[in-house]
């Protein structure tokens, strides 16, 4: 999955806009690291991160 493809199903999923293969697709992401070893923590952080970075790149853009 590539960026842009995660921040989309991200954002829809923390609005309640998801629909359901969307949360499975996401789902299915996020249940891979599981099985792979390694993985940057950083990817692991709880939604409330997302929407900082989100934030701090919207007011980049302004």
Do not use: T, V
Not at 2 to 14: A, H, P, S, T, V
Not at 24 to 46: I, R, T, V
């Amino acid at each position: 999955m590539d960026k842009e493809r995660l921040l989309l199903l991200i954002e829809r999923y923390l609005s309640n806009q998801a629909s359901e293969a969307e949360r499975q697709e996401l789902d299915h992401w996020y249940n891979q690291f599981d099985s792979k070893p390694g993985l940057d923590p950083e990817m692991l952080k709880p939604p409330d991160s997302f929407e900082e970075k989100r934030f701090c790149r919207a007011e980049n853009r302004n």
